[in-house]
């Protein structure tokens, strides 16, 4: 455990397991309808409580944000960020809506806008 990143996650680095990762269409659109807003200047998230099972997460990076390089690094790095604070998530699902003010920030900042707002979904699910 690095003590200025916070918690690992407890599963092996690599790809997210499915169990946590929202992948059909609909839960994405469940989401938009009936999810709380916690916004931020690099991206929004949308949450949706559970009542059983990990947090799972969802990603929307649209052409807005860059061309595919741009936005494939921007979901790789916010991939990683959440990983590193998947253990402390509560049981939620959440989709994050990035902005294209994501494509330009730095490492450290898209790590701080996420321990941000996990940081407050926490509050709000404590």
């Keep these: 455990m690095n003590p200025a990143r916070g918690p690992i996650a ?8 499915k169990r946590a990762r929202l992948r059909v269409r609909s839960e994405f659109l469940l989401l938009q ?5 916690f916004t931020g200047p690099l ?3 949308l949450v949706l409580p559970r009542t059983e099972g990990p947090a799972r997460i969802g990603l929307t990076v649209s052409r807005k944000v860059g061309n ?4 494939n690094r921007v979901r790789r ?7 590193r604070r998947w253990a402390t998530l509560p049981p939620v699902d959440l989709v994050c809506i990035v902005r294209s003010a994501a494509a330009d920030a730095s490492w450290d900042d898209l ?3 996420v321990d941000r707002l996990v940081g407050a979904l926490a509050r709000k699910h404590a």
């Excluded at 309808?33 to 807003?37: D, E, I, N, S, T």
């Excluded at 790095?77 to 990983?83: D, K, Y």
């Design 33 to 37: 309808a009936r999810g709380r807003r």
């Design 111 to 113: 790590v701080r806008e």
């Design 68 to 71: 595919a390089v741009v936005r």
């Design 43 to 45: 991206f929004a998230l």
């Design 10 to 17: 407890p599963h092996a680095p690599g790809p997210w397991p």
């Design 77 to 83: 790095r916010l991939r990683e960020a959440f990983r």
